[in-house]
């Protein structure tokens, strides 16, 4: 059993369609971090977000912390191709020390 | 670019080989980590060097060994690998070892064990 889950798995969409991809758990995190990872390259950090029910938008990008602070939403309008990657969320949990359990991500294709 | 350079960023080796991973960090960081990507699989934390000492060490096999001689230098020595082991090895830093701080990471060098 995974610590994070994340969902859906795999996500093919249009250029311009709308998209949401969760992170879950049952456990409750001090902190989460979402990252992008395209292909040949490392993961880069989207966000970091702390307070439950806290959002934060990036652009096009809008990103919940539930009120619980046991899952995490990233909405994504008019995606376009270059969005196209790997998406992760990382939690830190207050009894985990200072790292991070990452999901197992969702990979997003976005075609033109 | 990011300020964190692993090498090679390609290794194909046999099972009785030795070899080690490169990681460089030009960020002033003091805190450096060692993650395994596997398909299918979420990033696996090996290792971790706070104030280059070792501070977490994640059940990892004794034939994976780091070595951190500076802040900006990560080194994974390998020997004796098995196929399992063939994965995205990926090097990141961050400021401090701290769950509010994040992480910069490398691209990774691509491991094949055959």
């Known amino acids: 059993t995974q610590l994070l889950e994340q969902s859906p798995q795999f996500l093919s969409i249009q250029e311009g369609e709308n998209l949401t991809v969760y992170c879950n758990s049952s456990s409750v995190f001090s902190s989460l971090q979402w990252y992008r990872q395209e292909p040949g390259e490392g993961p880069v950090l989207l966000v970091t977000?702390?307070?439950?029910?806290e959002v934060k938008k990036l652009k096009r990008l809008t990103f919940q912390f539930g009120d619980a602070r046991k899952d995490s939403s990233l909405h994504i309008t008019a995606a376009q191709p270059g969005d196209t990657g790997l998406y992760l969320c990382a939690g830190a949990k207050l009894n985990y020390g200072q790292n991070f359990v990452f999901g197992p991500g969702t990979r997003l294709s976005v075609l033109p | 670019e990011t300020g964190v350079t692993q090498t090679p960023r390609h290794l194909v080796m046999g099972m009785t080989n030795k070899k080690s991973l490169k990681c460089e960090q030009h960020?002033?960081?003091?805190?450096m980590y060692w993650y395994k990507q596997s398909a299918k699989k979420p990033l696996e934390l090996m290792f971790v060097?706070?104030?280059?000492?070792?501070?977490e060490n994640n059940s990892v096999p004794s034939r994976f060994s780091p070595e951190c001689p500076n802040s900006s230098h990560l080194f994974l020595h390998l020997h004796t690998l098995q196929p399992e082991d063939s994965a995205l090895y990926l090097c990141?830093?961050?400021?401090?070892?701290?769950?509010?701080?994040?992480?910069?990471f490398g691209d990774g060098t691509r491991l094949s064990i055959l």
């Open positions: 060097y706070s104030l280059e000492e070792r501070v």
């Open positions: 977000v702390v307070t439950g029910g």
């Open positions: 960020l002033g960081h003091n805190a």
């Open positions: 990141a830093s961050s400021q401090e070892w701290s769950q509010l701080q994040p992480q910069h």
